[in-house]
């Protein structure tokens, strides 16, 4: 709320753009608190390099999130040979933004070049799973995995853009690339610019995206870098951008969308705020290596006190009941969340040896609504005796601390995935490294590695709902609160919020009214 006051007293400091929204210009402004490097989810992957990323490049196939299936895209059809190879039948219509014919010596490019040892990415492991790409004509390929990869159609249609071989394929500096980037999608790019922003305008050729990546009737999109809260805000109120980040602090967000002009629109996709568990004794904190107490910290989590602070008045949206959602192919749980029950928890407590309690660290992240969750579970557990300190860090600490296992517990945000399946959970919770591991539970990363080769549905989600009944049981993971997309914004927009990706928006849901 202070930042609202203080916005609206900063508002002739800070604001230069016209008052007016700009549908008139049909120009959709929109503020970036994090610069992005290049437009390549590849080079530089954030949230928000998702959301420019799938504007200008196109996936292999799309998902329907409303019907929960697979479409085509740049692929017009597909046929799965066997357990570990596709073919796809590509379009023949579809154009660069440079004019040049999409074929399939893209697709094969793209995927050797995602394989190949020399390329280094950030998270390679999403696609290590690959073996090769052939040409089997101008337009058909046959993609080959190591190994049986039953979320292989959910790594095509999330992520996996597909590059021109002959600009990303000839450029030295593939960064120097993702400056210029030539795309087959609804955007092309003008000008990418870490300090002066992104802007992309409409590609008329784009005819292509069907039902699951419908053309956007916006003409031109201008994403700013605006790092500082209080400036998003005062540019918001005067005019300056039409809609702001979905991180905004709830609290802001409703005064914001009372403003005339402004309105908000709120959607649950599979991101969800959770507590980790530092089980494996690499931190030096002994009552966390008890299944007892990590059972009685769970138990002291009043999550139904805990949902306003995601949710406020848009108490309709859906909860996490486990870490995953039905939607993801895979998911699946038989044991309820705990019951909070505070009382038993403190008799938990004494039984295991510590009737006073004991002093940890919750470290946490420093967006607002994370951290705020984090500081109710604390209030929750100082009931009971457990005394904590707030910890919040950057990413970069983040992952620092953690890989030298030093986290007592982590309060922090996950999307689930961005993806109709659990391999990303699994990947990120279950099947870990030693430097990023809160369990070292063997059984668990067993567990992990076999259900991302498994293609029976019915014998994945049972191995799923295993593996998601021993992360509660055992007390490693619990989810603490929803994570819903809540995004103000001019009311000239329409908007659908909540989708599967993390940012929860996608460029084709972002229209005129």
Known sequence: ?????????????????????????????????????????????????ILTSDAVYDTLIGYDEDKQTYEPLLAKSWRRIDDKTIEFELRDDVKWHDGKPFTADDVVYTMEWLTDPKTLLRFKSYWEWIDKAEKLGPHKVRITAK??????????????????????????????????????????????????????????????????????????IVFRQVPDPGTRIAEFMSGGVEMLPRDTPLEQALELGKMPGKTITAGQGTYYNYIAINATGRAGLEPLTKLAVRKAMMMAIDRDALAPLALGPFKHLPRPESMCWRIQAGCDYSIPLPKYDPEAAKKLLAEAGYPNGFELVVSTFTNEGIRSVAEAVMGQWRRIGIRGTLEPMTLGAYRKKQAEGRLHVFAGGWPGGGMPDITGTIGFLYDVQPQTDYHNDAELKKLAVEVDTIMDPDKRKALGRRIFDIGLERGYFMPTTPGPAIVVHSDELRLKSGTLRGQGIDVWNMNWK
């Not at 450029?171 to 802007?199: C, F, L, N, W």
């Open 1 to 49: 709320m202070r930042l609202v006051a203080t916005a609206c007293l900063a508002t002739a400091a800070f604001f230069s753009a016209p008052a007016l929204a700009q549908k008139s210009a049909d120009t959709l402004r929109i503020p970036l608190n994090d610069p992005i490097q290049v437009i390549s989810y590849y080079l530089d992957p954030k949230t928000e390099t």
């Open 147 to 220: 190994q049986p990869t039953p979320f292989d159609l959910a790594r095509y249609a999330f992520l996996t853009t597909i590059l021109a071989k002959h600009a990303h394929g000839a450029a030295p500096d593939k960064m120097v690339y993702g400056r210029k980037p030539i795309g087959t999608s609804m955007y092309r790019a003008v000008y990418v610019d870490p300090q002066r922003g992104i802007e992309l305008v409409r590609n008329p050729d784009y005819k292509h995206g069907g039902t699951v990546k419908p053309a956007s009737n916006i003409g031109k």
